[in-house]
């Protein structure tokens, strides 16, 4: 897979999200700028808002957010919409390389025109990624505003490698 299109401008850097409808706009903005060719890697505990923010992509990418859920137990969801859109969890799957396998995620990024986002990628650990991979870390929990963190990986890594 080729690095995104030079063209897409996502809001790089911290972001304070104080209510779950603040995040779901965040996720209409990246979503908004998504071209096609995009991987997203979602970090953050359970309740952090990590799919609170793929909805609000969804929706940029015209599709119904309620038709996204946590793909925990299928592991891969695709949606049809502006653009297609992987939504993958890891968080069933142990830690390492075979989680990438265990989803075809070999596979998938050969789609160039498809957006990927992959919750819990903390679980590829030494998986290689495309350069031009985003990585956004949410922190916080319950009521608590949170921390939202979205960095650009510089060249060709694995999100071991990743800082944010």
Not at 68 to 74: A, Y
Not at 102 to 112: G, H, K, N
Not at 118 to 125: F, H, K, L, P, Q
């Amino acid at each position: 897979m080729t690095a995104p299109p030079a063209t897409t401008t996502l809001p790089a850097g911290v972001s304070i999200s104080k209510s779950e409808d603040e995040t779901f706009a965040l996720g209409v903005r990246i979503g908004e700028a998504l071209r096609g060719g995009e991987v997203l890697l979602l970090n953050g505990a359970l309740g952090a808002g990590k799919t609170v923010l793929v909805k609000g992509i969804a929706h940029a990418l015209d599709l119904d957010e309620e038709d996204v859920t946590s793909p925990s137990f299928t592991l891969v969801n695709p949606h049809q919409g502006r653009l297609l859109l992987y939504h993958i969890d890891l968080y069933r799957l142990d830690e390492g390389a075979a989680a990438a396998h265990a989803v075809d995620l070999d596979e998938i990024l050969t789609d160039e025109d498809a957006v990927v986002v992959i919750e819990w990628a903390e679980r590829m650990g030494q998986y290689p990624l495309p350069s031009g991979t985003w990585v956004i870390s949410l922190t916080g929990d319950g009521d608590a505003p949170r921390r939202i963190s979205m960095n650009m990986l510089e060249s060709d890594t694995n999100i071991k490698g990743a800082k944010n």
